[in-house]
């Protein structure tokens, strides 16, 4: 292969890196040893490049799966870049090497692209620790929208599947944004740590041919007041009928009503949300969640009577708990229904897709694909920024922001009140011919 896969699975990169240069190694991975022999027989310290950036990925990124994979997806393929197209490490490249791979990227060769995305990079070797290359990996993958793949899967099956030409592949602007952001923190770490001599990221970006300059107003996904009440309805029919619904109409719930980022209720190596996290206000005036946001940032979360009553307590009786959190619950939010153990963030996003096909499926049968198709990409995220958009309405915008675990109500006001953009249109609207 050309073009081989570097890393493992993101758990299994620790084990990776203390493998590396080992005698073991080329017993656990024999065709990434033989790849790696072949590139530095070219002149190319390819294991001493792959120790940097298995360090990086364990022990500079953070815990995140996302996250992880990002970073690692990016760092591997200019790596591979490095390598392959000119032969040299990637401590030596430079302002040059950066912007010929943003050329590549930008329009990569139909042959490095996939048609589906490649489940992984490995394979065990059945009752072995051997690695297996997948044969069928490639560095780039056409990837079809959400939004294209339930509306041929749900809403619109009758229609004639298109296909994906690899012509067809495109690097969207966010896309590229994350690439520099992924690269730029690679190579900082590098000349950091005096690896490097220079991070040639932010010259290449500012120069950058593709990079569309300016940010326009882009407002919040949200479901309008008709669907989030068909949300409640579904969800509450559907675990009415069978109980192992109940998981999916608290965690939707949770997300809108209590304004949580998905991650907020999943497990972490450094925390699990629990039971014990809510609690009563020892002002007496109602309950709380204390939640471990995004950048490790510690908030408290207000939790309505209305969400105690009808979605918290129903839930706790289902799990076969006291209507009630007690102090110093361990129990998690989020258990699993085998295993009692908390729910990672993909289990979590599996749970929220499914609830969303219940409620696209009941809009279908309706007779109303319109709001069907508007829901068809919608993500966990939509959720919080449906209940912000109706909480404008009943508290302040510093109290939101505390509530959404923004630093600034300017954060705040900026995504869902948009004054400046408002008034624009207000005005635009009245200009004479």
């Known amino acids: 292969m050309k073009y081989h896969p570097i890393t493992d699975t993101i758990d299994r990169l620790p084990q990776q890196l203390r493998l590396l240069g080992s005698a073991e190694f080329k017993h656990i991975y024999p065709s990434l040893d033989e790849y790696l022999n072949q590139i530095e027989s070219s002149g190319v310290n390819a294991r001493k490049d792959l120790k940097h950036l298995l360090r990086f990925l364990t022990n500079v990124i953070g815990n995140s799966i996302g996250t992880q994979t990002r970073f690692r997806n990016e760092a591997e393929r200019f790596m591979l870049f490095c390598w392959t197209e000119k032969n040299i490490s990637v401590l030596n490249a430079d302002v040059e090497v950066i912007r010929k791979y943003i050329d590549w990227i930008w329009s990569p060769p139909k042959s490095l692209i996939s048609d589906t995305t490649i489940a992984s990079r490995y394979k065990s070797k059945s009752k072995t620790e051997i690695r297996l290359v997948n044969k069928d990996w ?6 079809q929208s959400k939004a294209n793949r339930k509306t041929s899967e749900l809403i619109s099956p009758e229609r004639v599947s298109i296909g994906k030409p690899k012509q067809n592949y495109s690097l ?26 220079r991070n040639p990221i932010a010259l290449v970006k500012k120069s950058c041919k593709y990079l569309v300059k300016g940010k326009i107003y882009k407002p919040p996904h949200t479901l309008d007041d008709e669907t989030w009440q068909l949300f409640v309805d579904t969800l509450t029919e559907a675990a009415n009928e069978d109980p192992i619904y109940e998981r999916h109409r608290f965690l939707v719930l949770a997300l809108k009503v209590l304004f949580l980022r998905i991650s907020e209720l999943s497990k972490k190596d450094y925390y699990t949300p629990t039971f014990g996290h809510f609690r009563e206000d020892a002002s007496g005036e109602g309950w709380v969640l204390n939640v471990i946001g995004k950048g490790k940032k510690e908030r408290l979360v207000t939790v309505p009577d209305t969400f105690v009553d009808h979605v918290l307590i129903r839930y ?39 609830a969303f096909d219940l409620v696209i499926k009941s809009l279908v049968a309706k007779d109303k694909k319109p709001q069907a198709h508007a829901i068809a990409g919608a993500s966990s995220h939509w959720l919080r920024h449906t209940g912000a958009t109706q909480a404008l309405d009943e508290i302040s915008e510093t109290m939101l922001a505390e509530e959404l675990g923004h630093a600034s109500v300017k954060t705040t006001v900026e995504i869902y009140v948009a004054p400046a953009h408002r008034d624009r249109i207000k005005s635009g609207v009245s200009r004479k011919l």
């Open 316 to 354: 706790r009786v289902y799990l076969g708990l006291s209507p009630l959190p007690h102090v110093d619950e361990n129990t998690p939010i989020m258990p699993s229904s085998k295993s009692g153990q908390a729910l990672h963030q993909d289990s979590l996003n599996n749970m929220v897709e499914e």
């Open 138 to 143: 490639r560095p780039f993958v056409l990837r």
């Open 172 to 197: 969207n602007q966010t896309s590229l944004q994350n690439s520099y952001a992924s690269l730029n923190i690679f190579l900082k770490e590098l000349t950091e740590s005096e690896h490097m001599l």
